[in-house]
């Protein structure tokens, strides 16, 4: 049975990876590692939690005896990294922390993984999941590449663009066996309410402001969370070592559009008049080192592994809007802080 190491699996994006693993692939066995921050919730998950191929690990990867010590007792044969801080308003007013757990982190897996397996490589596989950030930021035009010269411009996307070469590193030094992904902004069911999305859904609901930055004309492509949880599944399975696959969902929005069309969703869903959640629209001082433009060019994923996003936009905000309505308790858990008693609940 091969065991595969996910770290994160308890955030937005490492519980779909999670949960798709342990339901399509029984003869794995998954260890969900993740630090329970204040964005790590076993409520995303709760629904596996006692799948006999899955267990749960409460530990950081910034601790190293810690990382060295659980991959000698397990012998992993593959891991797959998602564990970050990744806020960017965040890394403006802490980057030390985003330094910690992105680049010491990101280190302290790549040395444990590269002792463990100790030279020998056969079926490893290191996957290092990344952000479309790390390219810095685009005009009106063009698109980013797996080739497009890094150029980050905040301390998160400082962080990550680190880890990617450390990661690139030890695979030209030591022969360690990685892919990389770069994706572009993911949204979804369990995304945490601190990025647009469902901070603007949550808002909506309460009539508060929509706090948009600048004059709103900043343009990001949008992944659904499920999309790429599927990507991720077929680079882990299906990727060449040593290489690069962008991840993006061919949806690029300007903020202020994609905040009038969630308006215009959200008043139809709680049946209010048209119009009435665009007047909770507030603009706001730019933040700093604010990039204008993300755009991913997915071809290379698209060609060589087959993979493309399954849902439009409208139809994956759609999926957001219905999933957030229909759980309004996992909504309050997370906003009041709630949700970090679950792990307490569980696991006594």
């Not at 810690?66 to 797959?80: A, C, K, T, W, Y």
């Not at 492509?221 to 949880?229: K, N, P, Q, R």
């Amino acid at each position: 049975m091969k065991k595969i190491l996910i770290t994160g699996g308890a955030g937005f994006i490492g519980s779909h990876v999670v949960r798709r693993f342990v339901k399509n692939y029984p003869n794995y066995q998954i260890f969900n590692l993740d630090a329970l921050t204040y964005a790590g919730n076993l409520e995303n998950i709760a629904d596996i939690e006692n799948e006999s191929n899955y267990t749960f690990i409460k530990g950081d990867i910034v601790e190293a005896d810690f990382i060295n010590n659980l991959f000698h007792e397990h012998q992993f044969d593959g891991v797959i990294h998602l564990a970050a801080e990744s806020h960017v308003d965040r890394s403006i007013t802490d980057p030390l922390s985003f330094v910690k757990t992105n680049v010491i982190g990101t280190m302290n897996l790549l040395n444990a993984a590269k002792d463990s397996w100790n030279d020998n490589f056969d079926n490893k596989r290191f996957y290092h999941i990344s952000t479309d950030e790390v390219y810095g930021s685009l005009g009106a035009e063009g698109l980013f590449t797996e080739s497009t010269a890094y150029d980050p411009k905040s301390p998160y996307s400082a962080s990550k663009a680190a880890s990617d070469h450390f990661v690139r590193a030890y695979g030209e030094t030591y022969g360690l066996p990685y892919v990389i992904t770069n994706c572009s902004n993911n949204y979804g069911p369990n995304h945490f309410p601190e990025k647009l999305i469902p901070l603007f859904i949550n808002n909506i609901i309460e009539n508060k402001p929509l706090p948009v930055y600048g004059d709103g004309k900043y343009t990001r492509d949008w992944l659904f969370v499920e999309d790429h949880a599927s990507a991720i599944d077929l680079v882990f399975h299906e990727g060449k070592n040593q290489e690069t696959y962008n991840i993006g969902g061919f949806n690029e929005w300007q903020n202020i559009d994609l905040v009038k069309l969630l308006c215009q969703q959200m008043d139809k869903k709680l049946e209010r008049n048209e119009g009435e959640s665009e007047k909770l629209i507030t603009f706001v001082k730019d933040r700093p080192g604010h990039d204008l433009r993300y755009a991913i060019d997915a071809t290379k994923i698209n060609k060589e592994l087959g993979w493309k996003p399954s849902v439009t936009f409208e139809q994956g905000l759609e999926k957001t809007i219905d999933w957030f309505l229909s759980n309004k308790e996992w909504l309050q858990n997370v906003t009041s802080g709630e949700n970090q008693n679950y792990y307490q609940k569980q696991y006594k």
